[in-house]
């Protein structure tokens, strides 16, 4: 083969290349589902108005991934239903706290020092 002919380095058959090569296809071509549409799917496959499989094949997803999106359902669900979640805090809290904070500490670093200078006159 001549130079002409030659493919470019960088599409020559290396080792692993068709490994790469496959992977990269799947990346780029993998649906992608908002949160949306998982929760969508879940609720229409709670109805039961068609089938899981008539659903999956529909949506383009294997039956178990719609009951893996099924379960984080569930589990998000009963997490919240607990009440085990913590709510975050907004900018203006942070920046009080850390407002605060500061505050403490300073009050903190006086009164360590007024507790050393009362000590050292105690004791000298």
């Known amino acids: 083969m001549d130079d002409a002919t030659k493919p470019p380095a960088d599409e020559q058959a290396q080792p692993g290349s068709t490994a790469r090569l496959i992977r990269r296809v799947r990346e780029a071509t993998e649906r992608r589902f908002t949160a949306e549409d998982k929760i969508r799917i879940v609720l229409e496959g709670f109805r039961k108005e068609l089938p899981v499989s008539d659903i999956c ?68």
């Open 57 to 124: 094949r529909r949506e383009g997803i294997s039956p178990s991934i719609y009951y893996n999106w099924l379960k984080q359902f569930m589990e998000a669900g009963k997490v919240r239903l607990k009440g085990d979640t913590l709510r975050g805090a907004t900018p203006d809290e942070v920046k009080q706290l850390r407002s605060e904070n500061t505050q403490l500490k300073e009050l903190l670093g006086q009164q360590l020092l007024e507790l050393a200078l009362f000590k050292k006159s105690l004791l000298g």
